[in-house]
């Protein structure tokens, strides 16, 4: 499932999840469910001396929601769905939907949501130097003998490669997202 997270004009935050509507996901969480949702990006690996004291930097979310009722056969919920259709989209590769073809009825009716609302949200963020114990950073064999420290990690986004069947140039939204994405933590 894809999502994306939103804030409405009265500050509170929404997460539009899609995917298959037969899902077993979208099927069995009826309106008023309590949910608990993850997302967690990893930074780098730690490396200490002490294999005990190995780490990962990360940043982490943890988000927790109500799903909100939508009815879809009124008007109101195919353009709420029509819109989060949209809204994700975009949150995947920025002013994407304005250079597509958008779904179609059949698209849109196999395609099931999920609007969580949130009640809570925390994150926690790991960064810096795995910990080492005192005496092992003043054994001088150890220390001549040992790597230790970071190996940052990162999501890049290769060259993009056209369809077989593509004979339209890349689009400035997708070489502007890449330049803007493909930049690296701290520079």
Request: one cysteine or more; hydrophobic letters at 40%.
């Amino acid at each position: 499932m894809i999502a994306a997270v939103f804030e409405d004009d009265n500050g509170d935050l929404t997460v539009y999840l899609h995917g298959y509507h037969k899902a077993r996901l979208v099927k069995l969480l009826p309106p008023e469910s309590r949910v608990c949702i993850t997302a967690t990006l990893l930074d780098g690996i730690g490396l200490a001396l002490s294999a005990f004291h190995h780490t990962m930097n990360h940043r982490s979310a943890v988000l927790h929601g109500v799903v909100d009722d939508w009815d879809e056969t009124t008007d109101d919920a195919a353009q709420a769905k029509w819109d989060a259709a949209r809204q994700i989209v975009n949150a995947v590769v920025p002013g994407r939907w304005e250079h597509c073809r958008p779904p179609n009825k059949a698209e849109m009716t196999t395609t099931g949501f999920l609007k969580v609302r949130v009640l809570s949200a925390s994150a926690k963020v790991r960064s810096g130097q795995p910990g080492e114990e005192k005496k092992d950073l003043q054994d001088k064999e150890l220390l001549g003998k040992t790597w230790a420290g970071i190996i940052p990690t990162r999501l890049a986004y290769g060259t993009p490669q056209p369809s077989d069947f593509n004979v339209a140039p890349v689009p400035e939204h997708i070489s502007a997202y890449l330049a803007d994405t493909n930049v690296a933590p701290g520079n």
